[in-house]
């Protein structure tokens, strides 16, 4: 079913590791059009918790590349570093629920007590420190993890359809909420802050896939409402890495970000007419945002940015 008109509200949440690449745009082109062609918001969010990650100057040469690339989003820009407090206020009221605990396993410790590999691909944690008390003294300051259940999990995407996933206790154990150097987990952050701002819909890559049951355990867990989710390709190189700044993907070029817009579009299966392939990217937004179909986006997890047309 399509967004309501009257409430949808999207978001981009890029981190600021580095410039934005063409991988981040097209993310940022689908959250966009998406948000605009239902006449609704769409806001911007840095994702900058992870200070260690985090390169200087980053955040204003995204700001800059999106403002030339004419996704103008809606409101101030918020800043995760700033909501320091509500992640905090959301883990005291798991751990009065009493469904938080301490943990001092190490990787090497976790690495070590796993047998096999689960069908998500992700490690599974063993559960070894679920015993300990909150107020417990420890050598060294603990990560704190959510008590996962034997529940499973279903959503339904816009684009792939019905998800179904094993139980989050029996597929990933439980989860990291805050890590041992203070640091509050991705998985919390965007759920405090997506449910914070009425965020109705989110549009994203599907690499993110894998984090969407976890984050539907902590929004029912919390009491907050779910979102609808679209997933879009994940773009590549020819290796078949998700671009990234670890993977050395190219910026996009601020001085001409209307190329690298058309192949957004492209990308994302948009047949654009060849008349606008030199248009200003206003011009080209404002014919994406009329003619934009979600259902013509390839049903692709994952696709090297290197073959833009449609991948049907």
């Known amino acids: 079913m399509p967004p309501s008109p009257a409430t949808y509200r999207g978001r981009f949440a890029p981190s600021p590791t580095g410039p934005l690449h063409f991988g981040s745009l097209v993310a940022a082109v689908a959250s966009f059009l998406d948000a605009r062609a239902q006449g609704g918001s769409w806001l911007l969010r840095i994702e900058d918790l992870d200070t260690p990650r985090n ?13 030339r690339a004419a996704l103008h989003w809606d409101g101030p820009v918020t800043h995760q570093s700033a909501r320091m407090e509500h992640y905090e206020a959301a ?21 070590d007590s796993i047998v096999g590999m689960p069908p998500s691909g992700e490690a599974r944690y063993s559960g070894a420190c679920r015993g300990r008390a909150l107020d417990s003294r420890f050598p060294r300051p603990p990560a704190w993890r959510i008590r996962t259940t034997a529940h499973p999990i279903a959503f339904d995407d816009r684009l792939h359809g019905r998800f179904e996933t094993a139980d989050l206790e029996s597929s990933t154990g439980d989860f990291i909420l805050r890590r041992a150097d203070g640091v509050i987990a991705y998985q919390l952050a965007v759920v405090v802050d997506d449910a914070a701002f009425g965020i109705t819909d989110i549009v994203r890559g599907a690499d993110l896939l894998a984090s969407t049951s976890r984050q539907i355990f902590l929004r029912r867990t919390l ?7 679209l997933h879009v390709p994940t773009a590549t190189n020819t290796r078949g890495e998700k671009l ?5 993907a190219a910026p996009v070029d601020s001085g001409n970000p209307a190329a690298a817009l058309w192949l957004a579009l492209r990308f994302l299966g948009q047949q654009t007419p060849a008349s606008l392939r030199h248009a200003p990217p206003r011009d080209l937004l404002a014919w994406a945002v009329e003619h934009w179909r979600p259902s013509s986006i390839p049903r692709l997890q994952s696709a090297s940015c290197e073959n833009p047309e449609p991948l049907h």
């Open 91 to 111: 883990l005291t009221q798991l751990r009065d629920a009493g469904l938080l605990y301490p943990c001092t396993c190490s990787r090497r410790e976790i690495a």
């Open 223 to 229: 009491g907050l409402p779910t979102p609808s989710y």
């Open 244 to 248: 990234s700044k670890q993977a050395l």
């Open 55 to 67: 390169r200087p100057g980053a955040v204003d040469a995204i700001l800059y590349t999106l403002e």
